[in-house]
């Protein structure tokens, strides 16, 4: 097939009634360059471990027979597992019938959106911060408001309260640890954020308020998780993945922790049989040997750790990490620091602020490749 001929193929030879809003906008996603150390969009650099990919073929295997039927739509088992999992984890129990899990944290944050949000239903986050927020917001009509965060990345809870009081939003969504700084939100400050948010929505409705810990396995000790308040405030929800810590980010597993009420609302904007029968048997195996992947994540914030004190003795600001990427800057020009390093064969992502690069904890060979190219652009 000639050029020419491929290009007529794809060319659309009659208009398409395509949304005014989403009119010469590009699909959202990271650079993806095959470089030997890609450290750019917050993977597990660690394969997982030979246990689990036996629990997981396993499982399959005995669920691949019954594929002719369709998958519980309600997940019960799935709903358990994630249920201790998350008692091992953070030390609070949450019943089953709190948990609810997607197709990875995206299609969970899109079900609050389509339940909660839409014409007249606002949603209020506080930059910089994930940059899928506002594409949820656009695909559910959903207006996005935004309060942007102190110069050291923190919330600004007093301007955050104002702007509650003025658009009574629906949701309020804050990712704790955020991305792509990597601070975290203190109990203090959700507990105050709780408070005034349990009348501030819609008609003098609650606002929900979605703490997105999807990286919160890799919290530093002594930072609790969102958890904690749950059972006393029913208008809170806490998202988590098992993209990161798990390093399943290719199962696409997704959930959240939120008062039953909540959920039900959810079942009604999921599309049918939304989470297959292999996501659920794979997920559960995954689950059944979560300490040998917790054994990763120790590793990794060590790493991160490590990678935090070799950049601050670069002379360069870095943001306080709760995650398994780290926040640094600042630069004059980023993006020539960003091509240095690509062309040393190190892949890092430029967001948030002018100024700043981000930089994914990477094995320790990737992450000493790293410092090392970074040393060598800044000379």
């Not at 009081?165 to 969504?173: E, F, G, K, T």
């Not at 029913?234 to 199962?251: C, D, I, Q, W, Y």
Request: proline letters at 7%.
């Amino acid at each position: 097939m000639s050029a020419s001929d491929a290009r007529a193929m794809t060319e659309c030879s009659i208009q398409l009634p395509v949304r005014t809003d989403l009119v010469g906008l590009e699909p959202y996603g990271a650079p993806q360059l095959q470089v030997p150390v890609a450290i750019n969009v917050n993977e597990n650099p660690y394969p997982v471990p030979a246990p689990v990919i036996e629990a997981i073929t396993t499982a399959v295997r005995e669920v691949a027979g019954n594929l002719n039927r369709y998958p519980d739509r309600d997940f019960p088992e799935l709903r358990l597992a994630l249920s201790d999992y998350l008692e091992r984890e953070s030390g609070v129990r949450v019943a089953p019938e709190w948990i609810w899990a997607a197709n990875g944290s995206n299609e969970v944050m899109h079900h609050l959106f389509s339940a909660f949000g839409g014409p007249g239903h606002p949603a209020l986050s506080s930059s910089p911060t994930y940059s899928m927020y506002p594409e949820y917001a656009r695909n559910t009509l959903t207006e996005l408001l935004d309060v942007p965060r102190r110069e050291d990345f923190s919330v600004d809870v007093v301007a955050l309260k104002q702007a509650v009081d003025h658009a009574h939003p629906a949701l309020l969504v804050l990712a704790s640890p955020n991305n792509p700084t990597g601070t975290h939100l203190s109990s203090a400050d959700v507990a105050e954020i709780l408070n005034f948010t349990r009348t501030s929505g819609p008609q003098g409705s609650a606002t929900l308020v979605v703490i997105d810990e999807a990286y919160g396995e890799f919290r530093r000790d002594g930072v609790p998780s969102a958890l904690e308040l749950l059972a006393a405030h029913p208008h809170l929800v806490v998202s988590r993945t098992m993209s990161k810590a798990f390093a399943m980010a290719g199962l696409r597993l997704g959930y959240l922790a939120a008062h039953p009420q909540i959920i039900s609302q959810l079942m009604l904007v999921r599309l049918p049989y939304h989470l297959s029968a292999l996501t659920q048997a794979a997920a559960l195996a995954a689950l059944s040997r979560a300490d040998l992947l917790q054994a990763q994540v120790a590793k990794m914030r060590h790493t991160r750790d490590r990678m935090v004190q070799t950049l601050r003795g670069m002379g360069l600001t870095v943001a306080e990490s709760d995650t398994n990427f780290v926040f640094f800057g600042k630069f004059g020009n980023r993006q020539k620091v960003w091509q240095d390093l690509l062309d040393r064969g190190v892949l890092i992502r430029v967001v948030g602020p002018d100024g700043w690069l981000r930089a994914s904890v990477g094995t320790e060979e990737e992450t000493e490749a790293f410092l090392s190219a970074l040393k060598e652009a800044l000379q």
